[in-house]
């Protein structure tokens, strides 16, 4: 966890896991609290929640991690089962993505889901997808010890950038010119001078077209989220940028030489130059002056 966060109690639902318990003390910060799904309340005190293999049918209060969770009404739909897959893609900007091997990972078994945006996917659907209920949830279509994850070093990167996200879920985040989506459900959008923008909303957000670079504010009741649209991108940040960059640069003229009056011993220079080139004439044809 980020370094001057405060401790949080974490609540881990699961029938035994001991690889994925082991990760959650060895993050700082950490008071975790193990127990058995047949102990999970709906008014569990908790700053976050890590369900493994367990979903409960209600959504929590609190934010949570869920490991391969079956079908419930709050989740996105489940698209289908696979075996053996690898990841083919993954949100580059999301800080949950952060420092993981993601072409690397190598599964046994998972749960796709049809999502409109996927943290991480495969060729079929959404590995790691996120949203909200009554709180934040990533949704891990996995086990961890269902895939090699559990052995690299990525897995407690992975884990405590979830952690840090359930806690801080709407940090601002960069996106491109053109279709946003962003996972707040039946949200309002507002440009930066907060004109409307208009938004759909979908399964699990809201989509708006940003249609040109700004900071636009999506928000849903006490949710906000910012988004800095392109914001970052040199070809629009460059203050220096003209639509004449293209053209050829005309060829460089001289300055003109402003014309000074000439100065007396300059005249009389010249005068003397004239006299000596006189006389030098007249000697040499013998021309008496």
């Given at each position: ?36 799904p047949a102990q999970y309340r709906d008014d569990l005190a908790t700053d976050a929640l890590v369900f493994d293999g ?236």
């Open positions: 966890m980020v370094p001057g966060h405060r401790s949080r109690q974490v609540v881990l639902v699961t029938t035994g896991n001991a690889r994925l318990e082991d990760c959650l003390r060895s993050l700082p910060g950490m008071r975790l609290r193990t127990i058995a367990f979903v409960p049918d209600a959504p929590p209060p609190a934010p949570a991690l869920l490991f391969h969770p079956r079908a419930v009404s709050w989740l996105p739909a489940m698209s289908r089962e696979v075996s053996a897959i690898s990841v083919t893609d993954w949100d580059r900007d999301s800080v949950l993505t952060d420092g993981v091997a993601w072409h690397d990972l190598r599964i046994r078994r998972a749960t796709l889901r049809s999502v409109e945006h996927a943290t991480v996917s495969a060729a079929d659907g959404a590995l790691i997808a996120t949203g909200r209920a009554k709180a934040p949830w990533i949704a891990v279509g996995f086990s961890p010890q269902d895939s090699n994850l559990i052995l690299q070093t990525g897995f407690p990167v992975f884990v405590g950038n979830a952690l840090n996200w359930l806690s801080d879920a709407d940090p601002p985040v960069v996106r491109g010119i053109g279709t946003v989506h962003v996972p707040v459900a039946n949200a309002v959008v507002n440009d930066g001078s907060g004109g409307r923008v208009i938004s759909r909303s979908t399964p699990d957000g809201t989509v708006f077209d940003a249609a040109r670079p700004d900071v636009y504010t999506v928000h849903s009741g006490a949710r906000q989220v910012k988004v800095v649209a392109n914001m970052l991108d040199p070809r629009v940040a460059d203050i220096n940028h003209s639509r004449f960059a293209d053209r050829p640069a005309p060829e460089k003229t001289r300055p003109a030489v402003m014309r000074q009056p000439a100065a007396p011993w300059t005249v009389l220079l010249i005068f003397g130059l004239v006299i000596l080139l006189l006389e030098w004439v007249a000697y040499t044809r013998r021309i008496i002056i």
